[in-house]
């Protein structure tokens, strides 16, 4: 019983092997009868792609219409060929291309390997690639069939396999060794560019740039339907058409080197803002969602909701926002602007010089032979060096020439300290200084007396109005109606102007082209900052060729020369010297005059107390004037009496 079973076991495995034995022979006929031919040199093709690409994975796509088994015979081999690699690998029909999404969610991008036999099977790869995004994958087509079925491979008509210009298609015709790129521009032809030679020797050898951007950097004309903004801050359209401001400079450059141009098939009045209650996007978001624009050429705010409509360029301006309102009349006057000049650092080191001075001083009168206590001498060179400071001179200057070098050494350091003192003494006093009513968005409401101003349509208006954030909430409710809202920049500068209690939210007026503001504005910084970009239709073919492009003008700095080109010239039509206030330099002025009042109050105290001392020298002279008068006017009348007697005397005698 054991015998017949093991007898009957190796009959099985006997029978098995001839059965594959005389498969194997057969398949050669019936791929001839079949025109199949089947090469092995699609093998180490197949081999050197996947290493190319650095692919893990493939799935091999083909057509029902072949005979099932050839096709997974010639699959089996190719696919036990690149397991070998460490390449995984399956094989789907072109009509499970849609289901193959579902199985294939972890693979950021597949690679998809088409096999194409004949026109039939041509036909029916284009049906199946009808409604499929040919750019998310990477797609290597084999064309193999006969030699008069090459026109296909040589010269497709149109765009049969649907593709885009940022798909990634290599095909290759039959076993030539050259290889072909095929994408599409206006998705009404197939271009067709060789990009590398294959051998079974040498493998792969590129012949164009490695990377996709660098090799399709020709548009050949094409014309992209465009939106425009009115009045726009970043763009301007000229008289004679061309575009002027920083994103007008910007889009000539891409335009010339990318070889294409634009239709501006429509004028919007808004940027675009979202309506939760239509359910609908406003301005030239809205054309560019529904396919009735490409690009719209201005500036827009890079917001998450925009981000699931339209596609974003990268963006090139990182722009503050700004409270924009009227310019206070209340202005403060700084009266410690004489102490601001110099900060505690620059006082520390000023006494540190007088004390060290004075102490170097000290052994050097010593040597000189002064007999002086060290702490008068301490006390007199103080006293010295601080009357250098304050512009004196001294009492007694020393002729030994160690001790006029060091006098010398502090009077040029005064003289630099006053010159730096001075200059920045005049910054402080000139400067204007606005009694501001709220310096962020937090006191803005806390204040409550002003009310909000937004240009109409555009991303600022989203992010209050559809934000969950408080302060936002709280924003909304001092924002102006929406039909008061303005449409431009220019238009909003006016509104604040005429009204002082509007408070503008803005961009820095210095990246606005063209702005002209009727009054005098005071800009508070609000803490956001903007990116802004241009935007193009969502999934749009060119924007990753335009990003590469703006990421090479970022790195060799075109970007920064074309924003200084534009704001350069603003600068030189700007007024040079501005004339200063009064009211800046109030706080000089009145210094000056306390300085006059008390020096006419000293001046008069003077005079009283000098008129004073006078009277009382005059009456104590007086004093002794009286006295020496009698005395005078006694010795007169003893003179007097004297002479008198001696001429009695006389008389009596020569009577007698």
């Known amino acids: 019983m054991f015998n017949l079973r093991n007898s009957s076991v190796n009959f099985e495995i006997m029978f098995l092997v001839g059965l594959k034995i005389l498969v194997l022979l057969l398949l050669p006929k019936i791929a001839r009868s079949q025109d199949l031919p089947i090469s092995e040199e699609q093998i180490p093709f197949i081999i050197d792609i996947c290493k190319l690409y650095g692919s893990k994975s493939a799935i091999f796509l083909y057509s029902e219409s072949i005979n099932e088994m050839e096709m997974t015979t010639m699959m089996f081999k190719w696919r036990r060929a690149l397991s070998r690699e460490g390449v995984a690998s399956t094989n789907l029909y072109f009509s499970q291309l849609h289901k193959s999404s579902y199985y294939i969610k972890q693979i950021v991008r597949p690679y998809y390997i088409v096999v ?86 040498k493998g792969i050898t590129n012949i ?7 090799r399709r950097y020709n548009l050949k004309g094409l014309i992209m339907r465009a939106v425009i903004i009115k009045d726009s801050s970043f763009i301007t359209v000229k008289k004679d058409g061309e575009l002027g401001g920083t994103f007008g400079e910007l889009l000539k450059e891409l335009c010339t080197i990318l070889n294409f141009s634009f239709d501006v098939v429509l004028e919007s009045e808004e940027f675009g803002s979202w309506n939760p209650e239509k359910k609908t996007w406003s301005g030239a978001i809205a054309e560019l969602h529904a396919g009735r ?85 301490f ?139 009727p009054c005098n504005v005071v800009h508070i910084a609000t803490g956001h900052v903007n990116n802004i970009a241009m935007i193009l239709s969502k999934h749009n073919p060119f924007t990753d060729v335009i990003n590469f492009h703006l990421q090479k003008y970022v790195y060799n700095g075109m970007m920064n020369r074309l924003k200084q080109k534009t704001i350069k010239k603003k600068s030189n039509n700007m007024i040079k010297h501005q004339p200063v206030p009064l009211i800046s330099v109030i706080l000089l002025l009145i210094f000056i005059l306390i300085g006059i009042v008390l020096s006419i109050c000293i001046l008069v105290i003077e005079k009283l107390i000098f008129a004073r001392t006078k009277k009382k020298i005059l009456k104590v002279h007086y004093i002794p004037s009286i006295k020496s008068l009698g005395f005078y006017v006694k010795r007169k009348k003893s003179l007097r009496n004297i002479t008198k007697y001696y001429t009695n005397r006389i008389y009596v005698r020569e009577n007698y």
């Open 116 to 201: 194409i036999s004949n026109y039939s099977v041509i036909n029916e790869f284009s049906l199946a690639t009808s409604t499929f995004n040919m750019s998310s994958a990477m797609w290597l087509v084999i064309f193999i069939y006969k030699e008069n079925g090459s026109g296909y491979c040589q010269n497709p008509p149109g765009n049969i396999f649907h593709l885009r210009f940022n798909s990634e298609m290599m095909v290759r015709c039959g076993t030539e060794n050259i290889l072909r790129e095929w994408y599409s521009i206006d998705m009404n032809r197939t271009e067709i560019d060789d990009v590398a030679t294959w051998s079974l020797e």
């Open 293 to 377: 624009a490409d690009i719209s050429l201005s500036g827009f705010s890079v917001t998450n909701a925009r981000l699931n409509v339209v596609d974003f360029t990268v963006p090139f301006l990182n722009i503050k926002n700004f409270l924009v309102i009227r310019e206070p009349e209340k202005y403060g006057i700084k009266w410690s602007s004489h102490f601001l000049t110099f900060n505690n650092s620059v006082w520390i080191a000023i006494i540190a010089v007088l004390i060290t001075s004075s102490i170097l001083l000290i052994f050097l009168k010593v040597n000189n032979g002064s007999d002086r206590k060290i702490g008068y001498l």
């Open 379 to 517: 006390i007199d060179n103080f006293l010295e060096i601080w009357s250098i400071f304050c512009q004196q001179g001294l009492a007694d200057f020393s002729g030994r020439s160690s001790l006029r070098i060091a006098y010398f050494s502090v009077f040029i350091l005064v003289t630099v300290l006053s010159a730096a003192y001075s200059a920045g003494l005049i910054s402080f006093l000139t400067s204007t200084i606005h009694v501001l009513p709220f310096h962020s968005l937090e006191s803005f409401v806390q204040d409550g007396t002003y009310q909000l101003a937004v240009v109409r349509g555009t991303a600022y208006y989203d992010k209050f109005a559809n934000s969950g954030d408080p302060l936002a909430k709280k924003l909304m409710k001092l924002m102006l109606e929406d039909r008061k809202l303005p449409l431009t920049e220019q238009e909003g500068y006016k509104k604040i102007c005429k009204n002082r209690k509007l408070a503008f939210y803005t961009v820095d007026k210095d990246v606005i082209a063209n702005l002209k503001i």
């Open 208 to 214: 164009v740039p490695d990377s996709l951007h660098e």
